[in-house]
């Protein structure tokens, strides 16, 4: 592989570092390309970027697809923020339930099955290219630069799932994702799969047992794998992530809209997997979320991100849902997460 393609490499691992941290990933070894960690739909990452346990929406196929069993109508959403370097971040995401005999509108603790699919997008223009001079090239010597053009990078994620309810209070959910990376004139494709798990009593007689819901995720299941057509590997470790969500005084409705008021509480911990082109073990991050609606209309959230402030507010019709999250970082810019719902 030649010297400029490493560059390049180098150059792409290094974006995807520092744009990581928006969500406060450390960019530790084994996560230098995985930019599916900054974290997707501005209601989840108002709340701390702690979902796992929640994922009654769209967002589920992200968060937990043992949550998508939660949708109880077709819903559609979106997402967009602006990363630092010039880097555009998009996401959209659908889901529909699934009756067992044919496609048809019914009660959502009807629906046994769920899919859902989900498409994330992040992007960056004009990133100067240069290489260190070469005596061997007329006109040049090593001490200088030489100015190589510039370079566009975008890296993108399918996500198809799909949830299944096992009983009134377990679902089962899978993930397979395929992530296309381009950089100049390389390119690097991976596989991968998240299984989730979702716990909830619905419509249990026990208030502490129906307003109590537990989520576990293992992402990146099978350790994706970029491979690049330079011959180069970079590989995404898997990580395990469980969350805990209790509701007070209000239930949520199916899909993640909140009949009348109440206090939604979140907590949830992750820790990534040691692989083998690991040293050490990477730092276990916590997630603390609260949504809290305060009339009919507007949820407000609050979140804590591995030790980032976020914050957000929503707007919820029947069948439209504005929402706006905050994200903060100790040392890159702070992001604006911008987000619409439509639920049929």
Known sequence: ??????LLIATFSFLFTASMNLCGEKGEAGTELDFLTLGVGARPCAMGGSFI?????ANASYWNPGGLVQVGTPQITGMHTDLDFG?????????????????EMKTADSYDNVIGFA????????????????DTIPGTNYTEIVYKGT??????SYLFSYGRRITDWFS?????????MGLYTHNGTGYGLDMGILLRKSGSRNPLLSNLSLGILIQDLTVTKINWDTDYTDEISPAVKGGITYRFFGASAPGGWVPEEGICLTVEGAQQIKTERQEDWHKPEIHLGCEWKLVNLVPLRVGWDNGNLTAGIGFITKHICVDYGF???EELKTTHRIGLTLRM
């Not at 089962?172 to 296309?180: A, E, N, P, Q, S």
């Open 119 to 134: 498409f994330i997008r992040t992007a960056t223009g004009d990133i100067p290219i240069t290489q260190a001079g070469d």
């Open 172 to 180: 089962f959910g899978l993930t397979g994702k395929i992530v296309d």
């Open 53 to 57: 346990s929640i994922s009654d929406d």
């Open 327 to 329: 994200v903060s970082h």
């Open 1 to 6: 592989m030649s010297k400029l393609a490493y």
């Open 87 to 103: 880097t555009s971040y998009d996401y959209v995401s659908c889901a529909t339930p699934l009756s067992k005999d044919v496609l």
């Open 151 to 156: 370079a566009h990078f975008t890296a993108s």
